[in-house]
């Protein structure tokens, strides 16, 4: 990865106190940016402060809030001057089956991770498009490339952030500001540890966790994508695979997945 393209650059990083966003963070440092990472614990935050990281300010904000997230940007700015790349990867997850799912979750979820994408972008926009080379890249979930049982709180925002990714890229791709969506599959941190426990059975047939992906990986292929200026990243061989014939076969994807659930759910009904 070339490293000129991130010199003395000024980013801010959503949930960048953590996961995903805490490895990106930490990479771009490396890279040479100016970071300002915005978490919603003061624990987190106060982490990564600890860490003094070179050129690194860590904020606290409720990206679900415009208000907070007006006021973290604010706070940013006057630190490290005009953003010039956005990342967005504050998220949370509550799997589930849907008839069990509070209404309050299925908001919550929506708050944060839709609309705690589109704050950020809407307020960093001006810097974005008045800088040469802007970039907005947003995390969203190999649970965006097809629809996965037991995520019907989670699996519709990320699907709202790729289809508002896919907008912003067709609108602001010729006034020279890039847009780029990240599909992660399972990774390998506190957000999955949690939601381990709460999957169904029939999610866990599908998607078990086992095996996930180091949150360094996902934030590598996601500096590295926005550097190039790609639109689409699909992290991993296999969910690139999965995805391909998600899209190009559904039918056929379809009844696989049935299977899997019912499978999952005959096994589930047996136990006394």
């Known amino acids: 990865m070339a490293s000129t393209f991130w010199h003395d ?33 003061a624990q987190a935050v106060g982490a990564l402060h600890d860490e003094d990281l070179p050129g690194v300010v860590a904020l606290r904000a409720d990206v679900s809030d415009p208000a907070q997230v007006a006021e973290a940007v ?9 953003v010039r790349s956005l990342v967005t990867s504050a998220g949370i997850t509550r799997p589930g089956y849907f008839e069990d799912l509070p209404d309050d979750e299925l908001r919550r979820q929506m708050e944060v991770n839709y ?4 704050w950020p972008i809407r307020q960093c926009l001006a810097d974005l498009l008045a800088s040469p080379g802007g970039t907005i890249t947003c995390v ?4 965006a490339l097809f629809g996965v049982f037991g995520y019907g709180a989670y699996g519709p925002t990320k ?53 996930p992906v180091s949150a360094e ?15 689409r990243v699909v992290v991993t061989a296999e969910m690139k695979a999965v995805g391909r014939f998600a899209a190009l076969a559904p039918t056929v994807f379809d009844h696989y997945v049935d299977h899997v659930v019912a499978r999952a759910r005959r096994a589930r009904l047996r136990v006394p």
């Open 74 to 82: 604010a706070a940013a700015r006057a630190t490290h001057g005009p």
């Open 115 to 118: 609309f705690g994408t589109v």
């Open 9 to 41: 650059r000024h980013v801010l990083v959503t949930g960048g106190t953590s996961g995903i966003g805490l490895a990106a963070t930490r990479l771009l440092v490396g890279l040479g940016a100016r970071v300002s990472a915005i978490g919603v614990t």
């Open 159 to 211: 699907f709202a952030v790729r289809g508002l990714a896919e907008v912003l890229r067709q609108e602001y791709r010729p006034r020279g500001l890039t847009v780029t969506v990240v599909y992660p599959p399972d990774v390998d941190t506190k957000m999955l540890a949690a939601e381990q426990p709460l999957k169904p059975p029939e999610l866990l047939a599908l998607s078990d966790g086992a095996h």
């Open 217 to 231: 990986r996902v934030a590598r292929e996601l500096v590295d994508a926005t550097r190039r200026g790609r639109h």
């Open 140 to 143: 969203s979930s190999a649970a």
